[in-house]
């Protein structure tokens, strides 16, 4: 399982110090970590019922609530002025395992604690097979305003490698109800899986289309070391996919999503309309603060960025001796921020300016544009936007815009 950064120990009592930044605007993700079985490609940090250690369902909710409790207090000590959230991310795991009983106790102490600002965007990821018509009105009832549903293929032989425990039908009915529920729909979907051809991935973009979602996610299926993906790829029961192929998924996303109506504005994200972008997902990309909760979540706060501690038996024990679960920590200096800005906003439609960048950074653009890799005429008027090509070899476009 991915393991998390290495930083200076975070103290017991939470304490964030002050850098002084100029206030973003502030969001709050709370991480799940519970899946029914683990599907053979993922590693975020997620447990099945026997790898627990004795962890409830019920009780890690009673965690997570006295931790957003805890964030309250060190604010408050601090003199930081509440801001209420302005997204809410209720990421996992799979956080529709819970009640939706408990999820609505969750979002009351982030609206108690920090408050949830009017037309806020509240979002839940969902496993098709975890919700009902009746669980996604209990859910919108409870204030969430958007669901992101983990379809990743509409193939069942694609899924079957995948471990999914769905079937493509469970996404057409779980958008259906969501959609009766007055909520906002995602769709998240995995492209080169093992085997897969282009023309199961177009099958599958067309059947994603045919959901008329309000947004879809594409993720290039990324081989996780110590996953039972990868084993299997070792011993050479299935194939990885070549980078080729995986650029021409993408490129074929993109064109489909694009013939459909659907507008990229972040490498891996298309949204119906502007007002369909997931905001809480871009505020990453923009460098705003939020705060994570639960086992492994991250935070940034002001120029300070920090991670809890992994498993939830670890969690649960912080919490219970009131101390908070941050494990470690970083203070980004100026030059760390100036990278930050480069390496997450290139990401995104808008890109960056071109006056933050160095002089280094400014006599690398000439050749880049030449690779086709930006856009020339954004590059006149003054920021740096990734081309198609170019969002395909984002990393590498970093690399060269921030070496000296
Ligand atoms: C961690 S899951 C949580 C949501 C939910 N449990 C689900 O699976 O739908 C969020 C998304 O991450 C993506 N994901 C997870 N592991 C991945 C990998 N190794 N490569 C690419 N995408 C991955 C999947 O598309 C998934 O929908
Ligand atoms: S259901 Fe989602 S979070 Fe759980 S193992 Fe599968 S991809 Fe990971």
């Known amino acids: 399982m991915a393991s998390l950064p290495r930083g200076e120990v975070a103290p017991r009592d939470g304490s964030i110090p002050s850098v002084g930044l100029p206030e973003t605007s502030f969001g709050v993700y709370l991480h799940i970590p519970f899946c029914t079985v683990r599907c053979g490609y993922c590693d975020f940090n997620t447990y099945t019922a026997t790898e627990l250690r004795g962890v409830t369902r019920e009780s890690f909710v009673d965690n997570l609530i006295s931790e957003i409790e805890l964030a309250e207090r060190i604010l408050a000590n601090n003199g930081t002025p509440r801001r209420p959230a302005a997204t809410v991310f209720i990421g996992g795991g799979t956080p529709t395992l819970l009640p939706e009983g408990d999820i609505a106790r969750v979002l009351d102490a982030v609206r108690s604690s920090f408050g949830i600002a009017d037309g806020a965007e509240v979002t839940i990821e969902a496993n098709p097979d975890t919700v009902n018509r009746e669980s996604l009105r209990a859910l919108a009832d409870s204030g969430i305003t958007r669901v992101s549903v983990g379809m990743q293929s509409a193939v069942p032989r694609v899924l079957e490698i995948l471990d999914r425990t769905h079937d493509p039908e469970s996404v057409a009915t779980a958008i259906a109800w969501a959609k009766e529920a007055g909520l906002q729909t995602s769709v998240d979907l995995i492209y080169g899986t093992p085997g897969e051809t282009l023309d199961e991935w177009r099958a599958t973009l067309s059947a994603a289309i045919a959901l008329e979602t309000d947004h879809v996610s594409a993720y290039s299926l990324i081989v996780e070391e110590g996953t039972a993906l990868e084993r299997r790829i070792r011993r050479g029961e299935l194939e990885a996919i070549d980078d080729d192929t995986h650029a021409d998924m993408y490129e074929l996303a993109d064109e489909v999503l694009a013939g459909a109506g659907?507008?990229?504005?972040?490498?891996?994200?298309?949204?119906?309309?502007?007002?369909?972008?997931?905001?809480?997902?871009?505020?990453?990309?923009?460098?705003?603060?939020?705060?994570?909760?639960?086992?492994?979540?991250?935070?940034?706060?002001?120029?300070?960025?920090?991670?809890?501690?992994?498993?939830?038996?670890?969690?649960?024990?912080?919490?219970?001796?009131?101390?908070?679960?941050?494990?470690?920590?970083?203070?980004?200096?100026?030059?760390?921020?100036?990278?930050?800005?480069?390496?997450?906003?290139l990401r995104v439609r808008d890109g960056i300016a071109l006056d933050g960048l160095s002089q280094a950074g400014r006599t690398a653009i000439a050749g880049l544009i030449a690779d086709g890799l930006v856009e020339g005429p954004q590059a006149i008027s003054g920021r740096l936007v990734l081309t198609s090509r170019g969002r395909l070899l984002a990393d590498f476009v970093v690399r060269t815009i921030l070496a000296d």
């Open 262 to 345: 659907f507008e990229w504005y972040e490498v891996s994200n298309w949204a119906r309309r502007a007002d369909t972008r997931s905001r809480h997902n871009l505020s990453y990309w923009q460098g705003a603060d939020w705060w994570g909760f639960g086992p492994g979540a991250h935070s940034h706060l002001n120029g300070v960025r920090w991670w809890n501690v992994k498993h939830p038996a670890a969690y649960a024990e912080r919490i219970s001796a009131g101390e908070s679960p941050a494990l470690e920590r970083e203070i980004l200096n100026a030059d760390q921020r100036a990278d930050e800005v480069v390496l997450l906003g």
